[in-house]
Nanobody, 119 residues
Framework: QVQVAESGGGLVQPGGSLRLSCLAS????????MEWYRQAPGKQRRRVAA???????VYGDFVKGRFTISRDNAKNTAYLHMNSLQPEDTAVYYC?????????????WGQGIQVTVSS
């Protein structure tokens, strides 16, 4: 069984930083694109950043150079480094990974992790 799990969220003051991690685990043959989304209360889910297996990256316009996505293919893990956090960054952050296993090849989503930016 394949699972995706986020970690590293929590409460941070405005201007602070957090690093989120996304671990893909289970009977995995290969992990391809990994992406971070976020959803604030009452708003639609938006893509924050994405990274290919070859480290090609793309960011949402609202990131404005504050966030960096990276990955460690040996660990099947992606990271989202978030700097200069503001209250409007408060949201549940989700990771999704395109995973090939023996039985399937599809996107898997994590449960999400809360990030709250508040003084």
């Amino acid at each position: 069984q394949v699972q995706v799990a986020e970690s590293g969220g929590g409460l941070v003051q405005p201007g602070g930083s957090l690093r989120l991690s996304c671990l893909a685990s289970g009977n995995i043959t290969a992990v391809y694109d990994m992406e971070w989304y976020r959803q604030a209360p009452g708003k639609q889910r938006r893509r924050v950043a994405a990274i290919t297996r070859e480290n090609g990256v793309v960011y949402g316009d609202f990131v404005k150079g504050r966030f960096t996505i990276s990955r460690d293919n040996a660990k099947n893990t992606a990271y989202l480094h978030m700097n200069s956090l503001q209250p409007e960054d408060t949201a549940v952050y989700y990771c999704t990974a395109d995973i090939r296993s023996e039985s399937s090849w599809r996107a898997h989503w994590g449960q999400g992790i809360q990030v709250t930016v508040s003084s």
